[in-house]
């Protein structure tokens, strides 16, 4: 058997079995890595090179500056002020309550760019009012965990910044952003729509009407609330700074806001938040590390192109391997989590989109909403488990109600699939 050969089962047998003996994903990645560059006879000492290369990127200060932002603002009251000012806007109708809890994550989902974040704060003001408003609860689990996911799409995800530094840089992050906004809005008027269709069905009753001497602050309130987001998108898309100098700012604007202004928590609870936001990092940069390693001896066994010749030999229409792409992805969804896949299979399934014409800002958008679906979809499902600890219900009766949002957001997934100009309008207008 030719050496190649035997390098790729070494690569692809260690790495599964190490995942079924539950090995966490960073330390997969390295020892996969390792044992077969060890057979390959190539110094140990390359993947400890690739690993330090792979943290030697100055986009990379950005996830810390953008986890660190939305840590300091979950910490306060920002998710109540933002569900107050959703309810100002759409909070009127028919089951707007659940309109209202869509609406709020895609806000929040702006400044903390996490689909987790987003379940546990929104989710934790939420689910209990809408429980307390007559929603089932395992709908009022259903519609967050859908919601959240908008965190992954929207700008400003750091999901978007991994699968920039993951397709070697040469994607433009501002692009990315810029394409995210036009899916986010689709995917939450469709949220919102079938939010509509469940209510009319179930007979919940209209929101409660804001009081009129509220609004004025209501409206302050979440106008200051969303100006992180303002920042750093406004900063990035005029060119006056960087992305990771956009995140600084943010953290410093989330740090006045939160204990200056609101005085929201005591400023004791600073460390707190500092150590959760480094425990965080450090876990995000030693994947990130692995992964770099992983992905050049991916490169160096040729991988990507045996995969791209495979599925072009397969069909050669576009249309179709797009499809198998987005199935696969759905799958791979289920069993890992989206950042390592992020950092495996750009790698992989770049060359093949590109090779079909298909531009890469195009398919990271793709990408995160196919992911983020898989963060609902057990035995992982990491939001779908944090919005049925929030709600006390099972994973099943969670999965149930969440499966008619499922299928909604797969028809999204393959509108913007197959309607490119959805994603990539504003992007190439502002190329223009």
């Not at 929101?207 to 900063?235: F, H, N, Y």
């Not at 391997?321 to 791979?332: E, G, H, K, P, S």
């Not at 997934?413 to 504003?426: A, E, K, Q, R, S």
Request: charged share 10%; glycine share 8%; proline share 5%.
């Amino acid at each position: 058997m030719e050496e190649t050969t035997i390098a790729v089962l070494i690569l692809t047998i260690s790495f599964v079995l190490l995942m079924m003996l539950r090995f966490p994903i960073s330390l997969t990645l390295a020892l996969s890595t390792l044992l077969t560059v060890l057979y390959l006879e190539i110094p140990p000492a390359v993947v400890g090179q690739r690993m330090i290369q792979g943290l030697s990127s100055y986009s990379l200060l950005t996830i810390p500056f953008f986890i660190l932002a939305g840590h300091i603002m979950s910490e306060g009251k920002l998710a109540l002020r933002i569900v107050n000012f959703a309810q100002l806007i759409v909070g009127g109708v028919r089951g707007g309550l659940a309109m209202v809890n869509s609406v709020a994550c895609m806000f929040f989902g702006n400044i903390s760019g996490s689909a987790v974040a987003d379940v546990s704060s929104i989710g934790s003001v939420m689910i209990p009012m809408m429980k307390k408003k007559g929603y089932d609860t395992d709908y009022a689990v259903g519609v967050t965990v859908s919601s959240a996911i908008q965190g992954v799409v929207v700008p400003p995800s750091h999901n978007l910044v991994l699968y920039s530094l993951a397709a070697g840089g040469g994607v433009s992050i501002a692009s990315l952003f810029l394409a995210g906004i036009v899916p986010g809005i689709i995917l939450c008027l469709s949220l919102m729509a079938t939010s509509y269709v469940f209510a009319i069905k179930r007979g919940y009753a209209k929101g409660e009407p804001v009081q009129r001497k509220d609004i004025p602050k209501i409206i302050l309130d979440g106008i200051m609330s969303l100006a992180t987001a303002a920042i750093i998108l406004g900063g990035i898309f005029t060119g006056w700074f960087t992305a990771t100098e956009s995140g600084a700012l943010a953290c410093l604007y989330a740090f006045i806001l939160t204990f200056v202004v609101y005085r929201d928590i005591p400023i004791s609870r600073m460390w707190l938040i500092l150590k959760k936001t480094f425990r965080t990092v450090a876990m995000v940069l030693f994947l990130i590390a692995a992964s770099d390693a992983f992905s050049w001896l991916l490169a160096f066994l040729k991988i990507p192109s045996m995969v791209t010749d495979l599925m072009l030999s397969i069909s050669d229409s576009p249309i179709v391997i797009l499809l198998i792409i987005n199935v696969l992805l759905l799958i791979l969804g289920a069993p890992m989590d989206m950042a390592p896949l992020i950092l495996i299979m750009t790698p992989i399934l770049l060359p093949v989109v590109t090779h079909l014409g298909m531009d890469p800002v195009h398919f990271g958008i793709i990408m995160m909403l196919n992911l983020g679906i898989g963060l609902l979809t057990p035995p992982v499902g990491t939001v779908l488990f944090v919005g049925c600890a929030i709600g006390k219900i099972s994973i099943a009766e969670g999965t149930k109600a969440m499966m008619p949002f499922f299928y909604v957001m797969c028809v999204v997934l393959l509108v913007l699939t197959y309607i490119p100009d959805l994603v990539m309008w504003l992007p190439n207008m502002a190329k223009d």
